[in-house]
């Protein structure tokens, strides 16, 4: 398949820009790629279509303030994006400025606070902060949320709080478990009370999320590098699931990378560091079996996933029935429920 083939044409009005007041009040998009049947639901209603043999694994990585303003020494602006944090107070980065700086430079932040650019390592920096507190305290003070290229407005301070699941435990992602942001404490209430079983991983989301493939073979695609760490209480649970019949469900597609990850050598064991995974139609899933998802920028790695899942034109038809009946799309828009398909 080629990089064009998920191209899809989305009217500019349907990315959603803001969250909805109540989490759980997003459409739900329910989808059986064996059948192709498609139920328009409301997320709020997900306790009613799971049971006690399922169980759901979230990814508990917290988003940080990784956007920082700040000035060169010759007053030029900059914007630094943070990538992923490094110990020592040092991190990997994006930085835009009229010129990139090069290695040796010092930055100022808005507090005068200095960075010092290390290193160049393909398109990121290698930069140290130049500050005695840790740079998760400077990230809080001074940071602002990193919302996507495509929410066309400035983060506000609700964002601190919607732009996060309620269950992020981790800090390190730059960008939200989005599948994630739909549930609330009393959905999930609601998903115990009814005896579904949950856990955690993490995978701390890299801002490379967001690009597009940019070959037009897929195959050729170097995958960006994002931390995990599937533990042993996960795969426990996830045995136990599958032993007793129930649905292995993952909350977003970090999920499904995490556990797929986690089984590339055929059984699931606990695993812990960089996963360049990049699943595409073909791929043999042997973890999940229903996914959780919000819908994904055309051609990118994330649809591409979605469609390996569901099935490339049951996917299709299920995006063009989305923008038909004016889902919201992306970070804060609807959701997806699909069971896998299954090769018959």
């Known amino acids: 398949m080629q990089t064009r083939d998920f191209h899809f044409d989305l009217p500019v009005e349907l990315i959603a820009q803001s969250p909805l007041q109540e989490r759980s009040a997003s459409r739900l998009l329910v989808f059986d790629p064996v059948t192709s049947k498609i139920e328009d639901d409301v997320f709020s209603s997900l306790a009613d279509r799971l049971t006690p043999n399922d169980l759901l694994v979230f990814n508990d990585s917290r988003v940080i303030p990784a956007r920082l303003f700040g000035r060169k020494a010759s007053g030029g602006r900059i914007e630094i994006l943070i990538e992923r944090l490094l110990e020592g107070n040092k991190a990997l980065a994006h930085v835009r400025a009229s010129k990139s700086p090069k290695p040796a430079t010092v930055l100022y932040l808005q507090d005068e606070t200095e960075v010092e650019v290390v290193a160049r390592e393909d398109s990121l920096f290698l930069l140290t902060f130049k500050t005695q507190a840790p740079l998760l305290e400077v990230l809080e003070r001074l940071g602002h949320m990193p919302l996507p290229p495509y929410i066309k407005r400035l983060d506000a301070p609700e964002d601190r709080a919607r732009y996060q699941t309620v269950y992020a435990r981790h800090p390190g992602s730059v960008a939200a478990p989005t599948a994630g942001l739909h549930f609330d404490d009393n959905l999930l209430t609601r998903?115990?009370?009814?005896?579904?079983?949950?856990?955690?991983?993490?995978?701390?989301?890299?801002?490379?999320?967001?690009?597009?493939?940019?070959?037009?073979?897929?195959?050729?695609?170097?995958?960006?590098?994002?931390?995990?760490?599937?533990?042993?209480?996960?795969?426990?649970?996830?045995?136990?699931?599958?032993?007793?019949?129930?649905?292995?469900?993952?909350?977003?597609?970090?999920?499904?990378?995490?556990?797929?990850?986690?089984?590339?050598?055929?059984?699931?064991?606990?695993?812990s560091g960089e996963t360049r995974l990049f699943i595409r139609p073909g791929f043999d899933f042997k973890v999940v079996d229903a996914l959780i998802t919000n819908f994904h920028l055309p051609e990118s790695t994330l649809l591409m996933l979605v469609s390996a899942f569901g099935g490339y034109p049951q996917v299709r038809r299920a995006y063009e029935h989305a923008i038909a009946n004016q889902y919201r799309f992306f970070s804060y828009g609807d959701a997806m429920f699909i069971n896998r398909r299954h090769e018959i």
């Open 191 to 271: 998903l115990r009370d009814r005896g579904v079983a949950m856990t955690h991983i993490t995978l701390h989301v890299g801002a490379g999320t967001f690009l597009p493939v940019r070959v037009q073979n897929p195959a050729e695609h170097r995958m960006h590098a994002e931390y995990v760490n599937v533990g042993a209480q996960a795969c426990a649970k996830i045995n136990a699931c599958h032993e007793r019949g129930g649905r292995v469900i993952a909350v977003g597609t970090t999920a499904v990378r995490s556990l797929e990850t986690a089984a590339r050598e055929g059984a699931l064991e606990p695993f």
